[in-house]
């Protein structure tokens, strides 16, 4: 089957209902005449009827109105085409993995340079351009079971609201070490954060490293290494590491 592109702004604009009726039009000939993208695009429009479920009703909305996924939307892919060149060179290295989520390859071993790079490379790849999480929408409730399942009492979800952070989603990896997860918290700026956590490796230290514009800080607490990676431009993001490792 021939498989004509169609551009991923076009298809999120469709989603979010952006679109003019004779664009809307167009679009659904085409899902039409390719029904697997058709299916991946109604997968896209029940995670956001799940969100705007999850978060309330619409009159609820001028409280937090950066958590409409709309909003999501647009910010994500704001921030998406200013990272293009860096996420390709990303990708490469990156397969799919077990655990019907990613793998990181290569990123981080026991003699690396530069600690914690898994946690870098999976903020870069999923949360800082959208993509599909494995816990988001009406999925969000599982998620503080899988965590506790893999990382005991050091996989407590934090709650960072306080800062300004809401949870979004999380992603869940595998890594060389064992099963890893990304959690992607948004603020009302259009920033995001990322608090990563897989299986310790033996010379894991604490520490915080910049690595171009971000921001990692990490640590181990038992078994689980932890990363909280941010914006180093964001002043509230060093201070997110040691409330999450209290605890918070």
Same mark, same amino acid.
């Given at each position: 089957?021939?498989? =004509?592109?169609?551009?991923? /702004?076009?298809?999120?604009?469709?989603?979010? $209902?952006?679109?003019?009726?004779?664009?809307?039009?167009?679009?659904?000939? @085409?899902?039409?005449?390719? *029904? !697997?993208?058709?299916?991946?695009?109604?997968?896209?429009?029940?995670d956001?009827?799940?969100l705007? =479920?999850? @978060? &309330?009703?619409?009159?609820?909305?001028?409280?937090?109105?950066?958590? !409409?996924?709309?909003?999501?939307?647009?910010?994500?892919?704001?921030?998406?085409?200013?990272?293009?060149?860096?996420?390709?060179?990303?990708?490469?290295?990156?397969?799919?993995?077990?655990? &019907?989520? @990613? #793998?990181?390859?290569?990123?981080?071993t026991?003699?690396?340079?530069? *600690?914690?790079?898994?946690?870098?490379?999976?903020?870069?790849?999923?949360?800082?351009?959208?993509?599909?999480?494995?816990?988001?929408? !009406?999925?969000? $409730?599982?998620?503080?079971?899988?965590? =506790?399942?893999?990382?005991?009492?050091?996989?407590r979800i934090? /709650?960072? =609201?306080? #800062?300004?952070?809401?949870?979004?989603?999380?992603?869940?990896?595998?890594?060389?070490?064992?099963?890893?997860?990304?959690?992607?918290?948004?603020?009302?700026?259009?920033?995001?954060?990322?608090?990563?956590?897989? *299986?310790?490796?033996?010379?894991?230290?604490?520490g915080?490293?910049?690595?171009? &514009?971000l921001?990692?800080?990490? @640590?181990?607490?038992?078994?689980?290494?932890?990363? %909280? %990676?941010?914006?180093?431009?964001?002043?509230?993001?060093?201070?997110?590491? *040691?409330?999450?490792?209290? $605890?918070?």
């Open positions: 089957m021939s498989h =004509s592109p169609m551009d991923p /702004d076009r298809l999120h604009a469709y989603v979010d $209902g952006q679109l003019p009726d004779a664009e809307r039009a167009a679009v659904d000939a @085409w899902l039409a005449a390719h *029904p !697997d993208e058709g299916a991946k695009v109604r997968a896209w429009k029940r956001a009827d799940q705007r =479920s999850t @978060w &309330g009703h619409t009159a609820a909305l001028p409280d937090a109105p950066w958590l !409409d996924p709309v909003r999501i939307r647009q910010r994500l892919r704001a921030q998406r085409r200013t990272r293009l060149a860096q996420a390709a060179v990303l990708v490469l290295a990156l397969g799919l993995g077990g655990l &019907g989520g @990613w #793998q990181l390859r290569g990123t981080q026991a003699g690396d340079n530069l *600690p914690m790079a898994d946690a870098v490379t999976a903020y870069r790849m999923f949360a800082s351009q959208p993509v599909s999480m494995d816990f988001e929408g !009406d999925r969000i $409730g599982g998620l503080q079971d899988w965590l =506790s399942r893999h990382f005991d009492e050091a996989g934090p /709650d960072l =609201s306080a #800062q300004g952070y809401a949870l979004y989603g999380a992603r869940v990896l595998s890594t060389p070490e064992g099963a890893a997860a990304m959690l992607v918290y948004v603020d009302g700026q259009g920033g995001t954060l990322g608090v990563y956590l897989r *299986p310790r490796t033996q010379r894991m230290r604490e915080a490293r910049n690595d171009g &514009g921001l990692a800080q990490y @640590w181990a607490q038992g078994d689980t290494a932890i990363a %909280v %990676v941010g914006s180093r431009f964001d002043p509230r993001a060093r201070g997110v590491a *040691p409330l999450v490792r209290s $605890g918070g």
